[in-house]
Nanobody, 117 residues
Framework: QVALVESGGGLVQAGGSLRLSCAVS????????MGWYRQALGKQRELVAV???????NYADSVKGRFTISRYNAKNPVYLQMNSLKPEDTPVYYC???????????WGQGTQVTVSS
């Protein structure tokens, strides 16, 4: 079992920065990868960034060079540093953990990011 709690969302002007945090508790050693997803109203949830337990990362093309996902461990949450924010970066952001041999997905409750133009 893994529990995820996001924080750090808010309102920022275009060009600004925010850092999202995802606190992880539970069977952290069984986590294969952690990621950040976002979902706008009426649209499908999309991958923003992912980091594996080995430290490999992958980013959506739309955020490459602007967003950075950090490594996680038992003491530190997963961070998503978001720079040069654009209005299209606005939706709800969700933290995700891929856990165990079957790759079970766990989700946080989401945190709203609003970028004003």
């Amino acid at each position: 079992q893994v529990a995820l709690v996001e924080s750090g969302g808010g309102l920022v002007q275009a060009g600004g920065s925010l850092r999202l945090s995802c606190a992880v508790s539970g069977s952290i050693f069984s986590i294969n990868a952690m990621g950040w997803y976002r979902q706008a109203l009426g649209k499908q949830r999309e991958l923003v960034a992912v980091i594996t337990s080995g430290g490999s990362t992958n980013y959506a093309d739309s955020v490459k060079g602007r967003f950075t996902i950090s490594r996680y461990n038992a003491k530190n949450p997963v961070y998503l540093q978001m720079n040069s924010l654009k209005p299209e970066d606005t939706p709800v952001y969700y933290c995700n953990a891929n856990v165990g041999g079957l790759g079970m997905a766990y989700w946080g409750q989401g945190t709203q990011v609003t970028v004003s133009s």
